[in-house]
């Protein structure tokens, strides 16, 4: 009895705890290629937190470091595409319901 209540507990509690911790978050904080108009320190931890499911962005680029680049090159995501379509359009939607935002203008996000 007592190594079914063990058993239970790990496939309750250790399992999905693994599971969880063995997600890899990336950087708190990325710095985004931006071309000519200039980098854009992209705080990726804030995001998650607040956006709750990584494949809002994900969905058209791996979770690797430099993917949108390596992306750009090949031709699978065109030059701000997700600027636009990521990016740029939850900023303005959320802005139009009220709610909190990010930039807008393109100096809240390009820093030279
Ligand atoms: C608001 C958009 C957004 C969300 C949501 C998001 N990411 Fe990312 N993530 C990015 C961007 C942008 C990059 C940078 C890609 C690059 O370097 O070209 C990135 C890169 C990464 C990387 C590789 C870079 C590194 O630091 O190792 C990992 C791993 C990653 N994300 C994991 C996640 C996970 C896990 C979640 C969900 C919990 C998540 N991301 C949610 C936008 C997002
Ligand atoms: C919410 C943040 C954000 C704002 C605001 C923003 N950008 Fe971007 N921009 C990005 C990101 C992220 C990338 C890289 C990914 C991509 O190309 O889709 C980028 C890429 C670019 C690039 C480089 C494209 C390439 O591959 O050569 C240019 C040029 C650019 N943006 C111009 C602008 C201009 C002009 C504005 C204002 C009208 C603007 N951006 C506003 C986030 C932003
Ligand atoms: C689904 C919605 C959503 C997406 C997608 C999203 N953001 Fe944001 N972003 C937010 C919200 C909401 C805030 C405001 C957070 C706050 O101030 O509480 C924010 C804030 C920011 C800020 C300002 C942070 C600060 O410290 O003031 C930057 C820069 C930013 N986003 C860049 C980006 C870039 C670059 C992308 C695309 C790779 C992106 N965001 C995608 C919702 C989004």
């Known amino acids: 009895m007592a190594n079914r209540i063990v058993l239970f507990c790990f496939i309750i509690f250790i399992v999905p705890a693994a599971?969880?911790?063995?997600?890899?978050?990336?950087?708190?904080?990325?710095?985004?290629?931006?071309?000519?108009?200039?980098n854009i320190t992209f705080p990726h931890q804030t995001h998650q937190n607040s956006i709750n499911d990584c494949m809002v962005c994900h969905v058209s680029f791996p979770q690797e470091e430099g993917a949108l680049t390596k992306f750009k090159k090949t031709g699978m995501l065109k030059k701000k595409q997700v600027m636009n379509k990521t990016c740029l359009k939850c900023h303005r939607n959320s802005k139009k319901a009220g709610k909190a935002y990010g930039p807008v203008k393109c100096s809240g996000c390009h820093i030279k």
């Open 19 to 38: 599971i969880v911790f063995a997600q890899n978050y990336g950087k708190k904080e990325i710095l985004i290629d931006g071309g000519k108009k200039g």
